[in-house]
């Protein structure tokens, strides 16, 4: 088995209440006791429920509350802020998935699973962004 830590960006596990059958099947696939994710994922996955997906308040909840049982939930840290601002400034990346990065790299995740970040972007010759839908 592999014990190596991955996190996932907050686009992967929004495709498990997505209409996309082919991405939601992947998502299960990788889920496994070492997928990390943060509170900043849960709550704009509860974020995207509503506004992107238009699902019913209680279906945005359930999914967000699905997330909290289902995955390692790590908090986001001033420590981790810091980070994220290194991360910014050094790889010229948004601030949000800056703060993801960051999050990743504090929990000593080797691979963070995204659909829109560089795939193969190593950082921090740490943390390799692997986009599982190609």
């Known amino acids: 088995m592999n014990d190596k830590l991955a996190f996932f960006d907050s686009n992967i596990p929004v495709y498990l209440v997505d209409m996309d059958l082919v991405k939601r099947e992947k998502v299960v696939q990788l889920i496994s006791p070492n997928i990390i994710i943060s509170t900043q994922v849960v709550t704009e996955n509860i974020n995207a429920c ?76 740490t943390l390799t962004i692997i986009n599982p839908f190609l």
């Open 50 to 125: 509503l506004k992107s997906l238009k699902l019913p308040d209680e279906e945005a909840y359930d999914h967000g509350q699905a997330l909290l049982e289902e995955f390692n939930v790590v908090d986001i840290h001033p420590s981790t802020l810091q980070m994220a601002i290194k991360i910014r400034r050094k790889y010229q990346l948004s601030w949000w998935d800056s703060l993801i990065i960051a999050t990743a790299l504090e929990n000593h995740c080797e691979t963070l699973y995204s659909e829109d970040m560089q795939h193969g972007l190593v950082i921090e010759n």
